[in-house]
């Protein structure tokens, strides 16, 4: 137990003191297990093809090169393009499907709305059966006819009853006789959301945008099955490209449908390609991640204590 000694300054004991040194110590083994795995992909984008083939992967950069970034960046234009259609559908996508998730939200936590069972139940059904991808698909392409179109992309995923659960649970706890106040004072329903209940849900906000973001960011099925334009291929399925395109060269070397002496197929940049994908489209979000951690662990025990 903790005292205090006579200047004032408190005393910690054993016990206390073994117990952080055994936390520390396993958060600081858990902190290496996840930071290892990213420093063998770091090293191995500026390794060689034909190192990591001889090799495998390492925590040590192998014969050092940069072929693996001259093939992802082998037109610029075009990389940087998938990046702006990304980073514009990661934003917008993430402030609509908050904006629509915290009002649903708002509506299903309050107490007076006379149907909200009735559409938590609607909600929560979806996430027991879907309608397929098949009718999904058909629902896109020609119901909305949405082929190629932008909105095939920021639709899908602009809104998740998961995330839903996660602000409504929160929104429940804030206590009524703040929205009763809001009332009083002549607040309507619009205004008590975004200056009363808003300010209050920072951690929940936080939590559920990088849950969208995160979402934005790595999709890549949904061009897939309905952007056919280069142009407006996102990040994500424009790296997928890359290495579906040279696996394929590959084997047409190895058949040797393809003159070999042009280019061997061990130097094709395959395993390395994909180390410097990940590091290409990990590093943004990363960045990212950092802005919102604080609220992060905060938002994701949401219930966990209630005083």
Request: glycine fraction near 6%; charged fraction near 10%.
């Amino acid at each position: 137990m903790s005292k205090r000694n006579h200047l004032g300054k408190v005393k910690t004991g054993k016990d206390v003191v073994a117990l952080n040194i055994i936390a520390y110590t396993f958060c600081g083994v858990m902190a290496l297990m996840c930071l290892v795995p990213f420093l063998m992909i770091l090293a191995g984008s500026f390794s060689s093809e034909t190192a990591i083939t001889q090799n495998g992967f390492s925590l040590w950069v192998q014969d050092f090169s940069f072929e693996a970034y001259k093939t992802v960046f082998r037109d610029p234009s075009v990389v940087f393009k998938a990046y702006g259609v990304t980073i514009c559908l990661t934003a917008f996508g993430t402030i609509v499907g908050l904006l629509l998730q915290t009002m649903t939200a708002y509506v299903l936590s309050r107490k007076d709305f006379e149907w909200r069972n009735g559409f938590s139940f609607f909600f929560y059904f979806t996430t027991l059966f879907s309608g397929g991808l098949v009718p999904t698909f058909v629902l896109y392409t020609q119901t909305l006819n949405l082929q190629d179109n932008y909105l095939a992309l920021l639709l899908p995923l602009v809104f998740s009853v998961y995330n839903l659960l996660i602000m409504k649970s929160y929104i429940t706890a804030i206590p009524d006789s703040l929205i009763d106040a809001a009332k009083i004072d002549g607040c309507g329903e619009v205004r008590t959301l975004f200056q009363v209940i808003m300010p209050l849900i920072q951690p929940a906000l936080a939590t559920v945008g990088l849950f969208i973001a995160l979402a934005y960011w790595n999709d890549w099925y949904n061009a897939m099955l309905y952007i056919k334009s280069e142009d407006k291929y996102p990040l994500q399925y424009f790296l997928y490209q890359q290495v579906n395109n040279i696996e394929a060269y590959k084997k047409l070397i190895s058949n040797n449908a393809v003159n070999s002496s042009v280019v061997s197929a061990m130097s094709l940049p395959t395993q390395t390609l994909k180390m410097a994908l990940t590091i290409v489209v990990t590093g943004p979000i990363i960045l990212a991640f950092p802005m919102v951690q604080k609220y992060f662990v905060q938002g994701i025990t949401i219930g966990a204590v209630k005083g």
